[in-house]
């Protein structure tokens, strides 16, 4: 069964082996993921038969802006769906419904994926693990009426 739940400081060390299957967030610790949460207004998870599979986290403001971070699907659950679900878990968090941009940055090969749900293109390079450079952009969801 496959649903999506606020993730709670309980759920440090579960999000901490979720970040440790990513190259760039593999030297995360469970007790800075857990004090990141502390200070996370809105992190949300998709969870799978009791597995966290896919989450992310959102710094808002709760009236402009909030933007979302760290969002990650189990490296061996991708392609699943269980990224379209988590973002629109996120989007249509009761919490956020009253912000009018929520926004990200991504690589540039994710862009036709969160453009899929409803981020739109607003456009720095960086390395990336793979090798080579990448530019990133922020994405922006916009809340209608």
Same mark, same amino acid.
């Given at each position: 069964?496959? !649903?999506?739940? /606020?993730?709670?400081?309980?759920?440090? &060390?579960?999000?901490?082996?979720?970040?440790?299957?990513?190259?760039?967030?593999? +030297?995360?610790? *469970?007790? +800075?993921?857990?004090? *990141? !949460?502390?200070?996370?207004?809105? *992190?949300?998870?998709?969870?799978?038969?009791? @597995?966290?599979?896919? %989450? *992310?986290?959102?710094?808002?403001?709760?009236?402009?802006?909030?933007?979302? =971070?760290?969002?990650?699907? %189990?490296?061996?659950?991708? $392609?699943?769906?269980?990224?379209?679900?988590?973002?629109?878990?996120?989007?249509?968090?009761?919490?956020?419904?009253?912000?009018?941009?929520?926004?990200?940055?991504?690589?540039? &090969?994710?862009? #036709?994926?969160?453009?899929?749900? $409803?981020?739109?293109? =607003? /456009? #720095?390079?960086?390395?990336? #693990?793979?090798?080579?450079?990448? @530019?990133?952009?922020?994405?922006?969801?916009?809340?209608?009426?």
């Amino acid at each position: 069964m496959v !649903l999506t739940r /606020d993730i709670e400081l309980d759920d440090a &060390g579960e999000l901490t082996d979720l970040y440790e299957e990513y190259e760039w967030w593999e +030297d995360r610790e *469970a007790a +800075d993921v857990r004090t *990141a !949460l502390a200070e996370t207004e809105v *992190a949300v998870g998709v969870e799978e038969n009791g @597995t966290l599979v896919a %989450a *992310a986290r959102i710094l808002t403001d709760y009236t402009y802006y909030a933007n979302v =971070f760290d969002v990650i699907v %189990a490296t061996d659950r991708r $392609g699943e769906g269980f990224g379209k679900i988590l973002m629109e878990a996120v989007v249509d968090h009761p919490d956020l419904q009253s912000v009018v941009g929520l926004s990200l940055l991504c690589r540039r &090969g994710l862009v #036709p994926y969160y453009e899929s749900v $409803g981020f739109e293109l =607003f /456009d #720095p390079e960086m390395e990336v #693990p793979e090798g080579g450079v990448e @530019t990133l952009v922020r994405m922006t969801y916009r809340q209608t009426d």
